[in-house]
C-alpha cells in the first residue's frame, strides 16, 4: 500500500511563489494517479489536478488552469504543486491523494504580508 | 467537468438513528470510481466508500454506500457520537476528478 509523506507548513508573502512536495512509498509510483486537493479554512475539499508521472502530462481543474503547476520526479518518488502570484486566498492546506484514499498529511500554506 | 451536488447540507440525528446522505452527479458516473469519504476536524479525509458499495478497510458495517449512474447514497445506520463528521462523494473517473461540497452530520 502506497504511503504519502507531504512536505512541511509554509507562510509566503503575496506575490510570491511555493512548491509543496508529496514523497511516495510503497506501491508503483511511476503508474499512479497523484492528485492535489485544496482545503481553504472552513471550506470544502476542491481537485486540483494531477499527473501520472510515468505519462509526465498533468491534468487540472478548469478553474486552476495556468495557475498551478503539477510536477513529478520518477527517481525519487516525489510529486509536487507549484502556486505562484500567491494571494491571501490560497491560504489552505494542500493535499496530495491517490484514489481511492491514500492521502498525505497536508501540508498548510499561510499567504500574509 | 462532473459536478456532484450533495443533500442535505447538514443534518442533526440522535444517537441509533439512521442517516441517510445523498449525492446526485451532474452526468453519468462510472460507480467503479465512485467513493465516500470522512472528514472530522484537522484530519486528512478518511476513505469510507469506494466502488459506490464496498467498504474501505477497517470500516464498519453500519455504514453503506449505495447508488448508480448520476444518484449515490451513504447510509449510517446506528449512529455513534463519533461519526460527527463532515461526508464528502467523489467521483474520478477519466481525467478529471471532483468532489461534493459536503455533508456536515451532527449528532445530538
Known amino acids: 500500500q502506497m504511503q504519502l509523506v507531504q512536505s512541511g507548513a509554509e507562510v509566503k508573502k503575496p506575490g510570491s511563489s511555493v512548491k509543496v512536495a508529496c514523497k511516495a512509498s510503497?506501491?508503483?509510483?511511476?503508474?499512479?494517479?497523484i492528485n492535489w486537493v485544496r482545503q481553504a479554512p472552513g471550506q470544502g475539499l476542491e481537485w486540483m489536478g494531477r499527473i501520472i508521472p510515468s505519462l509526465d502530462i498533468p491534468n487540472y481543474a478548469q478553474k486552476f488552469q495556468g495557475t498551478v503547476t503539477i510536477t513529478a520526479d520518477k527517481s525519487t518518488s516525489t510529486a509536487y504543486l507549484e502556486l505562484s502570484s500567491l494571494r491571501s486566498e490560497d491560504t489552505a492546506v494542500y493535499y496530495c491523494?491517490?484514489?481511492?484514499?491514500?492521502w498525505g498529511q497536508g501540508t498548510l500554506v499561510t499567504v500574509s504580508s | 467537468e462532473i459536478v456532484l451536488t450533495q443533500s442535505p447540507g447538514t443534518l442533526s440525528l440522535s444517537p441509533g438513528e439512521r442517516a441517510t446522505l445523498s449525492c446526485r452527479a451532474s452526468?453519468?458516473?462510472?460507480?467503479?470510481?465512485f467513493a465516500w469519504y470522512q472528514q472530522k476536524p484537522g484530519q486528512a479525509p478518511r476513505l469510507l466508500i469506494y466502488g459506490a458499495s464496498s467498504r474501505a478497510t477497517g470500516i464498519p458495517d453500519r455504514f453503506s454506500g449505495s447508488g448508480s449512474g448520476t444518484d449515490f447514497t451513504l447510509t449510517i445506520s446506528r449512529l455513534e457520537p463519533e461519526d460527527s463528521a463532515v461526508y464528502y462523494c467523489?467521483?474520478?473517473?477519466?481525467?478529471?476528478?471532483?468532489f461534493g461540497q459536503g455533508t456536515k452530520l451532527e449528532i445530538k
Open positions: 510503497g506501491g508503483t509510483f511511476s503508474n499512479s494517479a
Open positions: 452526468q453519468s458516473v462510472s460507480s467503479n470510481y
Open positions: 467523489q467521483q474520478y473517473a477519466g481525467f478529471l476528478c471532483s
Open positions: 491523494a491517490k484514489n481511492p484514499g491514500v
